[in-house]
């Protein structure tokens, strides 16, 4: 028989058993719906994400890019071109100019898989003929003329010959000239929230640059002794950069690491830096062989000593006492005086114009035939590149005031001009 304790003691027994049954059965319930709920709320984030970013999906690709249209082609130096062409007219000078080919005489721009051009011949054709003005392009093409008198063409009496012809090249593309390198790192790591849970930041900042040097010559030929004039020649410089920056940013959040990463890589263009080459070398040597003071287009530049030093043998050995004077008095006209008449004789106007114009110089002095050639080099170098000098210019050939005028100590379209050169 069991007594009533017993039966009591049992009974006990199976209701802790049962309530301890019970409590593990909830834990697990509460695990379970604790887990779904986190499953659940990342399933809804991770469809909501996508759905918001669909440009994440790797089945839609897409790309923009802007659409460009047709430019004209403008670049710091065409203003200046275009500057000397009005210059050739007010000064009443001009050339006819035949190029030669030019092209790459260094072999990079086959080594480097065309980084500079093989050829730049239109390039230089473009920035003469950009000039206008009296100067006269006049292209080398005699597989044209071939081809024109194969088509029946052979009345060529009227075509223009070439005073002068321009040869040169690319005689410099050194690559690499300096290169510096900068960088900044800095880091941070703690393993505070346990070893299985690391934490850090890592940031890394670097930039490289470079520097490439592209150097053009051009020299002039005279054409009808085939020989070079002294002087007329240009060898130019110019520098072209190239950078590379770098910027990297990376955490680590309890084992998984994330990471951002940029680049970017500029680069001045070698086809644009021959471009500005060519432009101010032909204002160079077309200013050197018309003795013209091309320095004045070009900020920054200082007087050219060839330009100066055949101006000053045109003074003193092309003109006698006579066409000084006159030379000066068409200039005073140039300059707005216009009642000044080339004369060649410095009357009571003439002087009246030279006072009033070292007036505006603020040059003092005791006799005017003390300042004859520096008066001419102040007069010569400061005339107006303005419509009003050009119409000036233009009512001195209409009132036939002044012949065609040669160059006074460089060249010109008269053969005593380049001679003098020679």
């Given at each position: 028989?069991?007594?009533?304790?017993?039966?009591?003691?049992l009974y006990q027994e199976d209701n802790f058993v049962q309530a301890e049954t019970h409590s593990v059965s909830g834990l697990q319930r509460c695990c379970?719906?604790?887990?779904?709920?986190?499953?659940?709320?990342?399933?809804?984030?991770?469809?909501?994400?996508?759905?918001?970013?669909?440009?994440?999906?790797?089945?839609?690709?897409?790309?923009?890019?802007?659409?460009?249209?047709?430019?004209?082609?403008?670049?710091?130096?065409?203003?200046?071109?275009?500057?000397?062409?009005?210059?050739?007219?007010?000064?009443?000078?001009?050339?006819?100019?035949?190029?030669?080919?030019?092209?790459?005489?260094?072999?990079?721009?086959?080594?480097?898989?065309?980084?500079?051009?093989?050829?730049?011949?239109?390039?230089?054709?473009?920035?003469?003929?950009?000039?206008?003005?009296?100067?006269?392009?006049?292209?080398?093409?005699?597989?044209?003329?071939?081809?024109?008198?194969?088509?029946?063409?052979?009345?060529?009496?009227?075509?223009?010959?070439?005073?002068?012809?321009?040869?040169?090249?690319?005689?410099?593309?050194?690559?690499?000239?300096?290169?510096?390198?900068?960088?900044?790192?800095?880091?941070?790591?703690?393993?505070?929230?346990?070893?299985?849970?690391?934490?850090?930041?890592?940031?890394?900042?670097?930039?490289?640059?470079?520097?490439?040097?592209?150097?053009?010559?051009?020299?002039?030929?005279?054409?009808?002794?085939?020989?070079?004039?002294?002087?007329?020649?240009?060898?130019?410089?110019?520098?072209?950069?190239?950078?590379?920056?770098?910027?990297e940013l990376g955490f680590t959040l309890f084992g998984p690491t994330l990471g951002l990463k940029g680049e970017m890589k500029k680069v001045e263009g070698?086809?644009?830096?021959?471009?500005?080459?060519?432009?101010?070398?032909?204002?160079?040597?077309?200013?050197?062989?018309?003795?013209?003071?091309?320095?004045?287009?070009?900020?920054?530049?200082?007087?050219?000593?060839?330009?100066?030093?055949?101006?000053?043998?045109?003074?003193?050995?092309?003109?006698?006492?006579?066409?000084?004077?006159?030379?000066?008095?068409?200039?005073?006209?140039?300059?707005?005086?216009?009642?000044?008449?080339?004369?060649?004789?410095?009357?009571?106007?003439?002087?009246?114009?030279?006072?009033?114009?070292?007036?505006?110089?603020?040059?003092?002095?005791?006799?005017?035939?003390?300042?004859?050639?520096?008066?001419?080099?102040?007069?010569?170098?400061?005339?107006?590149?303005?419509?009003?000098?050009?119409?000036?210019?233009?009512?001195?050939?209409?009132?036939?005031?002044?012949?065609?005028?040669?160059?006074?100590?460089?060249?010109?379209?008269?053969?005593?001009?380049?001679?003098?050169?020679?």
């Open positions: 028989m069991i007594s009533q304790e017993e039966i009591n003691q379970f719906f604790y887990t779904m709920k986190k499953i659940t709320y990342t399933v809804l984030f991770v469809l909501i994400f996508l759905s918001g970013c669909a440009k994440i999906d790797p089945r839609h690709v897409e790309i923009e890019i802007p659409s460009g249209t047709p430019e004209l082609k403008e670049t710091e130096l065409s203003q200046a071109l275009k500057k000397l062409g009005m210059m050739t007219e007010v000064y009443g000078v001009k050339a006819r100019v035949m190029i030669d080919k030019i092209s790459d005489n260094t072999g990079s721009a086959e080594h480097t898989k065309a980084e500079i051009p093989y050829d730049i011949t239109q390039m230089t054709v473009s920035a003469l003929n950009l000039i206008g003005g009296n100067i006269i392009f006049i292209p080398y093409r005699p597989d044209l003329i071939v081809n024109l008198k194969n088509l029946g063409f052979n009345n060529l009496e009227r075509k223009i010959n070439p005073s002068v012809i321009i040869t040169g090249g690319i005689t410099e593309f050194d690559r690499g000239l300096e290169t510096q390198e900068d960088s900044t790192n800095i880091g941070y790591e703690t393993d505070k929230f346990g070893e299985k849970s690391p934490f850090g930041i890592d940031h890394m900042q670097g930039e490289k640059r470079s520097i490439a040097s592209i150097t053009i010559d051009y020299n002039m030929i005279d054409i009808e002794t085939m020989s070079g004039l002294p002087g007329i020649q240009t060898a130019n410089t110019m520098q072209v950069h190239k950078g590379i920056g770098k910027k070698r086809h644009a830096a021959l471009r500005l080459l060519v432009q101010s070398s032909m204002i160079q040597i077309i200013g050197k062989y018309l003795d013209l003071p091309y320095w004045r287009l070009l900020p920054g530049v200082k007087p050219d000593p060839v330009v100066e030093m055949y101006i000053k043998k045109g003074w003193h050995y092309q003109m006698n006492e006579d066409a000084r004077i006159k030379k000066i008095q068409e200039l005073l006209f140039l300059h707005g005086y216009e009642y000044v008449d080339r004369t060649g004789v410095v009357d009571n106007l003439t002087i009246r114009a030279i006072d009033n114009f070292l007036k505006k110089k603020k040059v003092i002095i005791k006799s005017f035939k003390e300042i004859y050639f520096s008066l001419y080099k102040m007069l010569y170098y400061s005339v107006p590149l303005d419509d009003a000098a050009l119409n000036r210019r233009y009512i001195l050939i209409i009132k036939n005031k002044t012949p065609p005028l040669p160059k006074m100590g460089g060249a010109s379209d008269q053969q005593h001009s380049n001679e003098t050169k020679k």
